[in-house]
T-cell receptor
Framework: AQSVTQLDSQVPVFEEAPVELRCNYSSSVSVYLFWYVQYPNQGLQLLLKYLSGSTLVKGINGFEAEFNKSQTSFHLRKPSVHISDTAEYFCAVSAEGSSNTGKLIFGQGTTLQVKP | DVKVTQSSRYLVKRTGEKVFLECVQD?????MFWYRQDPGLGLRLIYFSYDVKMKEKGDIPEGYSVSREKKERFSLILESASTNQTSMYLC??????????????FGSGTQLSVL
């Protein structure tokens, strides 16, 4: 079974500052990793995903994440945030090879609050 | 672009009522899912479906059932609503075959309050 822990429930940051949202996972098998974003009053959208290959993954809106197998982490980063990045961010995991299941295990979510 | 539409944004029901939450997707996706979202708990999978008339339990199916009579529509049913089912319900869909290698498309959610 897989599990995901997002280490911060809220992250306040000033506009144009860098940000890191932390995600750790647990699994006995190889995994796929995802970050989703939920803007206020909207559904979730895929931000980026790691399936294989390069451990540094770039996503939409200037976000990137790095897969670290030894530390079982998949932290999300952005070098300079905007007010419009204010949202809730979810890390998710699924077991590699679990094709056609869609059974993502989500973390608890991290609310990013960007202040002017 | 894919559109996943949930019929109600807000819903208020009374304890013991039978509740239907409807979800429709317009991109011919085979897979459809129902999650509930609670503060501090993230998203938890209730039920999912790979095909018409096919369903499988997720992680928290107790107190819920589903129906998929047509490919585009996936309904979540609360047979007898209880206060602990007050939550945000999110529907999602995805293509078959590629499974989790592809992204899930989410609806905007239905905030259900059971009084």
């Amino acid at each position: 079974a897989q599990s995901v822990t997002q280490l911060d429930s809220q992250v306040p940051v000033f506009e144009e500052a860098p940000v890191e949202l932390r995600c750790n996972y647990s699994s006995s098998v190889s995994v796929y990793l995802f970050w989703y974003v939920q803007y206020p009053n909207q559904g979730l959208q895929l931000l980026l995903k790691y399936l294989s290959g390069s451990t540094l993954v770039k996503g939409i809106n200037g976000f990137e994440a790095e897969f670290n197998k030894s530390q079982t982490s998949f932290h999300l980063r952005k070098p300079s945030v905007h007010i419009s990045d204010t949202a809730e961010y979810f890390c998710a995991v699924s077991a590699e090879g679990s094709s056609n299941t869609g059974k993502l295990i989500f973390g608890q979510g991290t609310t990013l609050q960007v202040k002017p | 672009d894919v559109k996943v539409t949930q019929s109600s944004r807000y819903l208020v029901k009374r304890t013991g009522e039978k509740v239907f939450l409807e979800c429709v997707q317009d991109m011919d996706h085979e897979n459809m899912f129902w999650y509930r979202q609670d503060p501090g708990l993230g998203l938890r999978l209730i039920y999912f479906s790979y095909d018409v008339k096919m369903k499988e339990k997720g992680d928290i199916p107790e107190g819920y059932s589903v129906s998929r009579e047509k490919k585009e529509r996936f309904s979540l049913i609360l047979e007898s609503a209880s206060t602990n089912q007050t939550s945000m319900y999110l529907c999602a869909s995805s293509l078959a075959g590629t499974g989790v290698n592809e992204k899930l498309f989410f609806g905007s959610g239905t905030q259900l309050s059971v009084l």
